[in-house]
């Protein structure tokens, strides 16, 4: 049985002062839930947020990492510069960095590469435009995007990474894709793996569903037989929101 796994990501939100705020409100509404919590703050919060999850059941995520161990890349944050500080997860290939910030798909399986080497567990998202899926092009497009994120890995790699289907048309447009089609994008992404690394490690690999996830719509996409939990936006901005989210199996 998959363990629910539910991460927020801030993208570019709260100063370390609000972090703490945050997580001092929000930790005890989730002490006793069964799931994996996470939360990808932004560089700044990374240090503050550490320090305050401890002896709490929280783990912290950053939202990108480079490649490379050391070097000229300004303003660049190394894999073993967020383990040094013992951060647990990244994100990697979210469709903001795709989009803003020139990600494809060779650089998100380096980082994927590379964050496994160092120890950190990362959290890779796929998902499709809404021309692509208007065209038919969704099973294509993520099959092939979680394929090249996943190139070179050992079987054993590929289950201790997180693949997170983010629609890209639903991310904070308040759309949702149905929690039958987000299962069936799922399946279709395991079915993928399955492929190419065997049933055992299909069968392992949590895969998150991201996009306008909500306190409201949460157990019905997280109930599914495919839907290991999600990664949410501005839901998880908000302490008692992501608490009921995170929750979702206690209503």
Known sequence: MRKKVIAGNWKMNMLPNEAINFINEFAPLVKDTNNEVILCVPYTDLFYALLHVQETNIKIG??????????????????????SINVDYVIIGHSERR????????????????????????????????QEKEEGKTANVITTQTKLALEGLSPENVKNTIIAYEPIWAIGTGKTATAQDANESIKTIRKEIEENYGKDVAECVIIQYGGSVKSTNAKELFTTSDIDGGLVGGASLKPEEFAKIVNFDKE
């Not at 480079?66 to 383990?83: F, P, Q, R």
């Not at 950190?120 to 796929?126: A, G, Q, S, T």
């Open 62 to 83: 950053a939202q990108n990492m480079h490649w490379e161990t050391t070097g000229a890349y300004t303003g660049e944050i190394s894999a073993e510069m967020l383990k």
């Open 99 to 130: 989009q803003y910030f020139a990600e494809t798909d060779e650089t998100v399986n380096k980082k994927v590469k590379k964050a496994l080497a160092v120890g950190l567990k990362p959290i890779v998202c796929v998902g499709e435009t809404l």
